[in-house]
Nanobody
Framework: VQLQASGGGLVQAGGSLRLSCAAS????????MGWYRQAPGKERELVAS???????TYADVVKGRFTISRDNAKSTVYLQMNSLKPEDTAVYYC?????????WGQGTLVTVSS
């Protein structure tokens, strides 16, 4: 499984970014996909998941601000991040399978300035 994440960058508080993660080597439409993040000095945490049928779950701290979606035709999962806060600063990873048991992307850095 190969997962290629992109879309990170520097943004001011209140701004938006959209992360993308292109998958290969996997039957994408049959995979649970997730976005995780790890801030400096903190443990990696689950941000959002999207299941095979399109059901989504979110961490409480991002509910109402982040939206996960998938395009099975493009084998790509997205994370639309709005109303970004400095505490959203982290390296964001996409992962395949429950708890990422099928593979991880390389991470993309999101920095939110105050």
């Amino acid at each position: 499984v190969q997962l290629q994440a992109s879309g990170g960058g520097l943004v001011q508080a209140g701004g938006s970014l959209r992360l993308s993660c292109a998958a290969s080597g996997i039957i994408f439409r049959g995979a649970i996909m997730g976005w995780y993040r790890q801030a400096p000095g903190k443990e990696r945490e689950l941000v959002a998941s999207i299941y095979i049928g399109g059901t989504t779950t979110y961490a409480d701290v991002v509910k109402g601000r982040f939206t996960i979606s998938r395009d099975n035709a493009k084998s790509t999962v997205y994370l639309q991040m709005n109303s970004l806060k400095p505490e959203d600063t982290a390296v964001y990873y996409c992962a395949a399978g429950p708890s990422g048991n099928r593979g991880w992307g390389q991470g993309t850095l999101v920095t939110v300035s105050s």
